[in-house]
């Protein structure tokens, strides 16, 4: 018996609720860009602890290597994502999402 076995199914669900839960309200509530990245990120990290919980209580071992996938996705996500971030403070000096409704024509 594995020690993710060993952990009753239900504590793994209620950390992923409550990771989820964070990162839904920093998206909401703050106005840093890098700040809400971050709180996307933990999000997805929460999913992906519940499906890799989900995959060890039922035996399967493809649940893992998805979410081994969804990881290599992610890492392409944070390129793209800091590389905007950057030129998003280069061109206004801020990384304040309130900021970027004043760029519209």
Same mark, same amino acid.
């Given at each position: &018996?594995? *020690?993710l076995q060993a952990?009753? =199914?239900n504590h793994?669900? =209620?950390v992923s609720v409550i990771l989820f839960s964070i990162? /839904? &309200?920093g998206v909401l509530l703050r106005r840093n860009a890098i700040i809400i990245f971050m709180c996307i990120e933990l999000m =997805? $990290?929460?999913v992906n602890l519940l499906m890799v919980a989900f995959s060890a209580h039922h035996g399967d071992g493809s649940g893992? /290597?998805?979410v081994f996938f969804i990881m290599a996705v992610a890492a392409a996500e944070v390129a793209v994502g800091l590389s905007i971030l950057i030129m998003m403070h280069r $061109? *206004? $000096?801020t990384t304040d999402v309130g900021f970027l409704n004043k760029l519209k024509f």
């Amino acid at each position: &018996m594995g *020690t993710l076995q060993a952990i009753p =199914l239900n504590h793994y669900i =209620l950390v992923s609720v409550i990771l989820f839960s964070i990162g /839904v &309200m920093g998206v909401l509530l703050r106005r840093n860009a890098i700040i809400i990245f971050m709180c996307i990120e933990l999000m =997805l $990290n929460a999913v992906n602890l519940l499906m890799v919980a989900f995959s060890a209580h039922h035996g399967d071992g493809s649940g893992q /290597v998805f979410v081994f996938f969804i990881m290599a996705v992610a890492a392409a996500e944070v390129a793209v994502g800091l590389s905007i971030l950057i030129m998003m403070h280069r $061109n *206004t $000096n801020t990384t304040d999402v309130g900021f970027l409704n004043k760029l519209k024509f």
